[in-house]
Antibody, heavy 117, light 107 residues
């Protein structure tokens, strides 16, 4: 059974960066694909990007291109999402999710990121 | 960019059938998935590849996808099905796309 456990809540100031971790267990292969999705309070799910494949292929949503980086440490079975130049509109719950075939079948518990001065 | 459109809300009486639609150009040429999200919880996959149910999802959840519309159907709706439902598709240029979500009320 795949489990994704995310790092804890963060409070950051505008202009700062945040890096959220997502540790996976239950995978039978190393090159696990991980998506990142965020949800602002009362808003829809919003896809940010994903990492997949043996050479860390990444694809990012146009909205976040240049401001987000998704990486992973296969030795630690952990993926990371870093979002830079934070603004108040980035206050949201950030989810990691596993998905290799166009759908997201396992989700982490979510990490609340609050951007406030 | 590719966009999926859902009705903001759907209401259904207990025991009746609820249908939630998701529309986009030629959506039937892509696979649609559906997620259930209860307040304060992570989304849960309930339908993938248009019609497939993951292990543990009740049989009352079913899906279809043809033309420009995908539909999630919940037969014999129960109070515990009250939640937000999101459709999702994969677009080769945009990536993962979610609909705006539909709040299902069971009353």
């Amino acid at each position: 059974q795949v489990q994704l456990v995310q790092s804890g809540a963060e409070v950051q100031k505008p202009g700062a960066s945040v890096k959220v971790a997502c540790k996976a267990s239950g995978y039978t292969h190393i090159t696990f694909p991980i998506h990142w999705v965020r949800q602002a309070p009362g808003q829809r799910l919003e896809w940010m990007g994903w990492i997949h494949g043996g050479i860390d292929n990444t694809k990012y949503s146009q909205k976040f291109q240049g401001r987000v980086s998704i990486t992973r440490d296969t030795s630690a079975n952990t993926a990371y999402m870093e979002l830079r130049s934070l603004r108040s509109e980035d206050t949201a719950v950030y989810y990691c999710a596993n998905g290799a075939s166009g759908y997201l079948d396992y989700w982490g518990q979510g990490t609340l990121v609050t951007v406030s001065s | 960019s590719y966009e999926l459109t859902q009705p903001p809300s759907v209401s259904v009486s207990p025991g009746q059938t609820a249908s939630i639609t998701c529309s986009a150009d030629n959506l039937g040429n892509k696979y649609a998935s559906w997620y259930q999200q209860k307040t304060g919880q992570s989304p849960v996959l309930v339908i993938y590849q248009d019609t497939q149910r993951p292990s543990g999802i009740p049989e009352r959840f079913s899906g279809s996808n043809s033309g420009n519309t995908a539909t999630l159907t919940i037969s014999g709706t129960q109070a515990l099905d009250e939640a937000d439902y999101y459709c999702q598709a994969w677009d080769s240029s945009t990536g993962v796309v979610f609909g705006g979500g539909t709040k299902l009320t069971v009353l």
